[in-house]
């Protein structure tokens, strides 16, 4: 699973990058490990939590992504316009302000290794996720005076706030590059837009330069000092 992931992300971000725009048509294509029902209130609803897949209806290539815009909606027999965006979103919550984006990079970095090894662990990882969007605390019980709550079912309740918890304490590397893909010019039968959504690629770390013991540079002085020697004696 986590090669698939990869690689469907990759191909999406080398398409982008050949292409050299940020527009995408895409289709849902399926959930990339199964869902769980949820009951969410404030805002009151019930709604499928989990990884699904998007194609590309260009280039034909699957990505997998997390819905950040629980009131949007993605309908199975309709394609979207989404442009990939640096400040998300300007359609819905507003993440830069909110501080949502910090939160989320620290839930994918602490906790995305694991996110799709089944339906429940998918649906709790949405679930922080939108968390990390609507409120601005690290726990999605019932009871806890949070702007987003939600109801418990088959352990997303605890999988979601088992995330958030690894999230608030993490501090390591960055493990995860995040790409923001907002819906525009979207028209659901129903007048709903399109949901805004994240995707996410492999964080390569930045490669440090080893300082050469001091031993090292004697060693390259020695033999620079002989090849100058065997030029003199050849000349």
């Known amino acids: 699973m986590n090669i698939k992931r990869l690689t469907a992300a990759a191909l999406f971000a080398t398409a982008m990058t050949a292409s050299g725009a ?3 048509t895409l289709k849902f294509d399926g959930w990339a490990n199964g869902y769980k029902t949820v ?28 819905c950040l815009d629980i009131l949007g909606k ?14 998300p979103f300007g359609n819905s919550v507003d993440l830069t302000a909110n501080g949502g984006i910090g939160r989320i990079q620290k839930i994918f970095d602490s ?37 987003f709550e939600t109801s418990s079912n088959g352990g997303v309740r605890a999988t979601a706030n088992a995330y ?3 999230a608030q304490n993490y501090a390591g590397v960055q493990k995860w590059d995040l790409t923001y893909l907002e819906g525009y010019n979207n028209t659901n039968p ?16 930045p490669l440090a330069s080893v300082p050469l013991p001091a031993g090292g540079l004697m060693l390259i002085g020695a033999l620079g000092s002989l090849v100058a020697m065997r030029r003199r004696k050849t000349a």
């Open 22 to 24: 940020s527009a995408l």
């Open 39 to 66: 009951d969410v209130q404030t805002p009151a609803l019930s709604n499928a939590a989990g990884a699904f897949k998007m194609k590309d209806t260009v280039t034909m290539d699957s990505l997998v992504v997390f």
């Open 74 to 87: 993605i309908y199975s027999n309709k394609t979207y316009n989404y442009a990939e965006t640096a400040t």
């Open 111 to 147: 906790g995305y290794d694991t996110a799709l090894t089944n339906n429940v662990t998918s649906a709790g990882f949405q679930v922080a996720l939108w968390n990390a969007v609507y409120d601005n605390d690290w726990s999605v019980s019932n009871g806890d005076g949070s702007f």
């Open 164 to 166: 958030l918890s690894a």
């Open 190 to 205: 129903d007048g709903s837009r399109a949901q805004n959504l994240v995707t996410a690629t492999a964080y390569l770390q």
